[in-house]
Nanobody, 112 residues
Framework: VQLQASGGGLVQAGGSLTLSCAAS????????LGWYRQAPGKQRELVAV???????NYADSVKGRFTISRDNAKDTVYLQMNMLKPEDTAVYYC???????WGQGTQVTVSS
């Protein structure tokens, strides 16, 4: 299984980015999914999760700014990030919960 994450980049504070993560086969549509991030010198932390049925949960630091969604027909999970802050700078990873499958990571850098 390969997870391909994309959409990262450099953005000014207050800006927006949308991350995507696609997988080969139909494994994404059958599982709960998550986005994690890891900033330099820090542990990887959970950002958002979405259940198979669409229920979502977010880290307190991103509530009201980030939205996780999924398109099972396209076997893709998204992370819409609005009102970005410099502290959101990190490498973002998609993950299939309950498995060992991680995306390769995509860098998000927010300048002040």
């Amino acid at each position: 299984v390969q997870l391909q994450a994309s959409g990262g980049g450099l953005v000014q504070a207050g800006g927006s980015l949308t991350l995507s993560c696609a997988a080969s086969g139909s494994i994404l549509s059958a599982n709960p999914l998550g986005w994690y991030r890891q900033a330099p010198g820090k542990q990887r932390e959970l950002v958002a999760v979405i259940a198979r049925g669409g229920a979502t949960n977010y880290a307190d630091s991103v509530k009201g700014r980030f939205t996780i969604s999924r398109d099972n027909a396209k076997d893709t999970v998204y992370l819409q990030m609005n009102m970005l802050k410099p502290e959101d700078t990190a490498v973002y990873y998609c993950y299939i919960l309950g498995t060992a499958y991680w995306g390769q990571g995509t860098q998000v850098t927010v300048s002040s």
